[in-house]
């Protein structure tokens, strides 16, 4: 039987949280943890899905009901979906196993469901040989991802596509790659899985009630990403850890922020880190610390003591490959 396989990585947010989200810029940089996704065509009518890493040792579902069933589990959502519009799309069909495997646990916040959208989607167009440029398979991921979530903006999609590090403007109007390479950070995980579009529409009715001040904020955030961007590519890391704090505070200012990322945040500046701050949604995931040499080892301890799980990536890796 005929087989794909590719890999996507995962990503970690630098800059612009939840403004990205109301068309604002954000700084995205792809990490070294990736997604493995192999797909087999089939010749029964159904779709196996085979992924231990979210409990799913062998989901079945027939390809003629693909995403009608309300209770889809979990780990299996963007993946059948992703097969559904991919068959609507293109006016192609088939019976299919499909297995993923991750480097990172979907519990990271490194965007899983982002990974494994992007590459059930590339590896189904390398089996049906339909060679999508990367800007078609954007907008279909992102088609998916909508379809499930409802909000989003696709910045994880595109660093799951295009990889290194990248200015990206909300729902991929500008996807521009920036000379970001591995930067010295540390990732702090805190232990708490976070709900992104529970936490996206938190924001959202903030805006609702005070419309003129949320937008003030999320001006502020953006006038914060666009200096960070030539600062980053100076490699200025005591003005961009200076950033990342001031993003940090319009983060709390929207309330996103949580007391189990504050004392990672707050324990990762007082060992001497350039900078802090959460890294997403907020509510859980992860924080990031901006280091040097002489400081990254203190970090990571303090980061252990306050409680986090220091997670050792690299950033700036390569998209989605064969």
């Known amino acids: 039987m005929k087989s794909a396989e590719v890999s996507t990585p995962g990503k970690l947010m630098l800059f ?6 109301y068309g604002r810029p954000c700084i995205v940089t792809a990490v070294d943890q990736r997604m493995n996704v192999i797909a087999e065509i089939r010749e029964r009518n159904i779709l196996q899905l085979i992924a231990p890493d979210v409990g799913l040792p062998n989901y079945l579902q027939d390809i003629d009901d693909l995403g009608k069933n309300p209770n889809i589990p979990k780990g299996a959502r963007f993946v059948e979906i992703a097969v559904k519009n991919f068959f609507e799309k293109y006016a192609v069909k088939s ?6 495997r991750s ?24 089996l049906f040989d339909l060679k999508l440029t990367e800007q078609k398979l954007f907008d279909l991921s992102y088609k998916t991802v909508l ?32 000379d970001g390479g591995n930067l010295p950070i540390v990732v702090g995980y805190t232990g708490i899985k976070a ?5 996206v529409r938190k924001v959202e009715e903030e805006n609702r009630k005070y419309p003129k001040t949320i937008e003030k904020i999320f001006e502020a955030i953006t006038l914060i990403t666009e200096e960070a961007k030539d600062i980053l590519e100076r ?13 940090q505070g319009l983060l709390d200012s929207l309330g996103v922020n949580t007391k189990v990322l504050s004392s990672l945040i707050y324990a990762a500046r007082e060992a001497g880190a350039f900078g802090a701050k959460l890294s997403g949604a907020g509510g859980g995931d992860c924080m990031i610390a ?3 040499n002489q400081t990254r080892e203190a970090v990571e301890r303090a980061i252990d ?13 390569e998209g989605v490959r064969k």
């Open 95 to 100: 019976g299919l196993k499909i297995e993923t």
């Open 290 to 292: 901006l280091v040097d």
């Open 16 to 21: 612009g949280e939840h403004a990205v989200v």
């Open 103 to 126: 480097d990172f646990s979907s519990e990271f916040g490194f965007g899983s469901s982002s990974a494994v959208t992007v590459g059930v989607i590339k590896a189904l167009s390398e």
């Open 195 to 199: 709900d992104t579009p529970t936490l």
């Open 235 to 247: 490699r200025d890391w005591v003005k961009l850890g200076d950033l990342m704090n001031l993003n």
């Open 305 to 317: 003591k306050a409680g986090g799980k220091v997670l050792r990536i690299k950033t700036g890796a």
């Open 147 to 178: 379809d499930i979530q409802g909000v989003g903006s696709g910045f994880d999609l595109a660093a799951a596509i295009w990889g290194e590090t990248l200015w990206f403007v909300g729902g991929g109007k500008t996807i521009i790659p920036l």
